[in-house]
């Protein structure tokens, strides 16, 4: 999300000190297509809205490693699980 200052940044480096897009992109380190998008239209603020918000990939899995690291907390310390071998528990079935 730009907001207004950048907005306007980008409009006075274009329209009063006649810079290319290439350098406002340099210096405000926003994409050269941001920059068009800009100068193109009159809007003051955009914003990007997802209409749906993805799945992360271990979701499928959450509940289960959740209850593992539960149980690993409640452990001596001694006796916890390091990554390695939660991973190993949690890929191979059975265990």
């Not at 480096?13 to 941001?34: D, G, H, W």
């Not at 193109?40 to 809205?49: I, K, L, M, Q």
């Not at 593992?68 to 059975?94: F, H, S, W, Y």
């Amino acid at each position: 999300m730009l907001v207004v200052e950048t907005i306007a940044k980008i409009r006075r480096a274009y329209f009063i000190q006649r810079k290319p897009i290439k350098q406002i992109c340099r210096e405000l380190r926003v994409s050269r297509n941001t920059v068009r998008k800009v100068v193109r239209s009159g809007a003051t603020e955009f914003s990007y809205d997802r209409s749906t918000q993805p799945r992360p990939k271990i979701d499928p899995w959450r509940s289960d490693l959740d209850e593992m690291l539960a149980e690993n907390d409640r452990q001596a310390k001694r006796q916890r699980l390091t990554l390695v071998r939660i991973l190993r528990r949690a890929t191979q079935p059975g265990l």
